[in-house]
């Protein structure tokens, strides 16, 4: 069992940046890859981002990359999501998600969200 709380979410202007953070407890955080999805108001939940275990690998949805960088420290069980030059369009509940597999799919482990807001 992995249990994963984010934090780091709030409101930002347009062009603003954030980090958010997720931590782990449970079993070795470094065995788990992990992600970032996102949901916004009326909309599925969308992958944002995700991060192989060892951090050697990630891969990026295409609305966020080169804005958002995901990056993990294994000795702290912590992911990390920078968020930056945010647009009104990236409001959502962010979520952190791990798995043993490394993908933009899958997902057995979820955070309960936080909410980010870009006001205009």
């Known amino acids: 069992q992995v249990r994963l709380v984010e934090s780091g979410g709030g409101l930002v202007q347009a062009g603003g940046s954030l980090t958010l953070s997720c931590t782990a407890s449970g079993r070795t955080f470094s065995s788990y890859a992990m992600a970032w999805f996102r949901q916004a108001p009326g909309k599925e939940r969308e992958f944002v981002a995700a991060?192989?275990?060892?951090?050697?690998?990630?891969t990026y949805a295409d609305s966020v990359k080169g804005r958002f960088t995901i990056s993990r420290d294994n000795a702290k069980n912590t992911g990390i999501l920078q968020m930056n030059s945010l647009k009104p369009e990236d409001t959502a509940v962010y979520y952190c998600?791990?798995?043993?597999?490394?993908?933009?799919?899958?997902?057995?482990?979820w955070g309960q969200g936080t909410q980010v807001t870009v006001s205009s």
């Open positions: 998600a791990a798995d043993r597999l490394f993908s933009q799919y899958r997902y057995d482990y």
């Open positions: 991060i192989s275990g060892s951090g050697v690998g990630t």
